[in-house]
């Protein structure tokens, strides 16, 4: 047979010395074994033994091949960014699904700088409310006194101004209403007042008022119409600024691509956070998840994920960053809920209801009261606010059709609060504005 040839050593950089090298206590390479098990006598170690007998030099040992430089295949470990995830059955219809095909490219080595982690393997004050119990007592006859006194109306008045429509006709404020309102007899005082028989001009000026409302059929009925014809155009008025200020908002939002890709971005960095942190990756998450922008802090605790995010856009697409013009109608608070404006809608047209039934029973009611002017006003009040409430009723339901889109758009359940949801854009637009002047 032929000499014991050795098999050729393995390349450095080979799989096999990589899969054989350990970087903890290398083992002796198999080459090396086998030349010396092959070349060295088995009767060296005991001649070498003796100190007295000198044998002959072993041949030189090939010097085996020098170990692979150690690799680094570990990931970096990152902090988790702990966003809501948007559910897999909401991310079919929203603006998520889109993410997969669009290409988002982040620098991962700063996000690492910043991020990477050690492997050790209010008191608010109650509101008072003070509420005024009506009884026909010395405190409230003191209140009432009170009243009358800037109250420029006799009593003898008091009937006839109760059937002038508008105030600018010589009708009864609306301050005038709503206190009348508190002093209206019961039936204990129209009793009481009614079995009175001595001159009425000898009375208290308090109880002169009170026996002229003691004779005033359906005084409490009259009042609430009144008020009610003020209140229904001031509370039109009122909310339809509101609600056209949502529906720009939800405009806003829904032709607003740049800030869909800010998301992306986002959705790009969290990704790769979580996913060094041995977390699973998210096809889309929740807009409540940026509140906590700013609560995950980099190396520099002045550097948050915020932070993080302005300077990706910036590096890699800087046009972006102005997306908070597009979102103008965010600059404010967002105000109260369009579940709440849908309600409020909701009271005005019972309100209208009410009026329409007032109409229908005032001239019954008051046959014998010779009043040629308030039917007709009243008529012509009635009509005019049907029409203004009926258009803002449209204008409401648009509201309410446009959020609907922009919460299947985000992948937000249906039922989330609008004042929440648009008051969490609100205040990422402050915060990625401030983030980004802080940048430059």
């Known amino acids: 047979m032929g000499p014991d040839v050795s098999p050729p050593a393995p390349s450095p950089t080979s799989p096999e010395v990589a899969a054989l090298s350990s970087p903890a206590s290398p083992q002796p390479s198999p080459t090396h ?11 060296l170690p005991l001649e070498s033994a003796s100190s007295n007998v000198k044998g002959p030099s072993p041949p030189s040992i090939p010097v085996p091949p020098p170990l692979p430089p150690k690799v680094n295949l570990k990931k970096p470990c990152t902090k988790a960014f702990h966003w809501d995830v948007v559910g897999s059955e909401k991310i079919a219809k929203s603006f998520w699904i889109q993410e997969s095909t669009r290409m988002i490219e982040i620098d991962t080595s700063r996000l690492c700088e910043q991020f990477a982690v050690k492997d050790l393997g209010t008191s608010g004050v109650a509101e008072l409310i003070n509420t005024h119990h009506i009884m026909l007592n010395q405190k409230i006859a003191h209140n009432f006194n009170i009243f009358l006194k800037s109250f420029p109306v006799q009593p003898g008045e008091l009937k006839d101004k109760l059937f002038v429509v508008n105030e600018e006709d010589g009708g009864l404020s609306d301050e005038h209403i709503t206190s ?43 009042l609430d119409l009144l008020l009610t014809l003020r209140e229904l155009p001031i509370g039109i008025d009122d909310l339809q600024p509101l609600i056209n200020q949502k529906i720009r908002m939800c405009t806003q939002l829904n ?23 041995r977390k699973e990756k998210a096809k889309g998450f929740r807009l409540s998840s940026l509140t906590k922008l700013s609560q995950l802090r980099g190396r520099d605790r002045k ?11 910036m590096l890699h697409e800087p046009c972006l960053a102005t997306f908070t013009q597009e979102l103008a109608e965010f600059e404010t608070v967002p105000g109260a809920s369009i579940k709440g404006l849908t309600a409020e809608v909701d009271v005005l047209k019972n309100e209208l209801q009410k009026l329409i039934q007032y109409s229908k029973t005032s001239k019954k009611r008051n046959a014998g009261i010779q009043q040629p002017n308030f039917s007709k006003d009243l008529k012509m009040a009635t009509e005019k606010y049907g029409r203004d409430l009926s258009a803002l ?10 959020y609907s889109v922009i919460l299947v758009k985000f992948g937000e359940p249906a039922d989330q609060d609008s004042q929440e949801f648009f008051g969490l854009i609100c205040q990422f637009v402050h915060d990625f504005k401030r983030a980004h002047a802080e940048s430059l």
Do not use: W
Request: glycine content about 4%.
């Open 255 to 277: 032709n607003c691509g740049s800030f869909v890709s800010v998301l992306e971005y986002l959705l790009a960095i969290g990704n790769y956070l979580n996913e060094n942190a």
């Open 303 to 313: 550097f948050t994920l915020l932070h993080a995010l302005v300077e990706q856009i």
């Open 393 to 402: 009723t449209k204008t409401c339901e648009d509201m309410k059709e446009l």
């Open 180 to 222: 009348l309102r508190r002093y209206v007899p019961t039936m204990d005082d129209v009793e009481m007042y009614k079995s009175h028989k001595g001159p009425v001009s000898e009375l208290h000026i308090v109880d002169q008022y009170m026996l002229e409302m003691c004779n005033i059929p359906h005084l409490s009925t009259q």
């Open 33 to 43: 074994t086998a030349l010396t098990s092959s070349t060295v006598p088995e009767s």
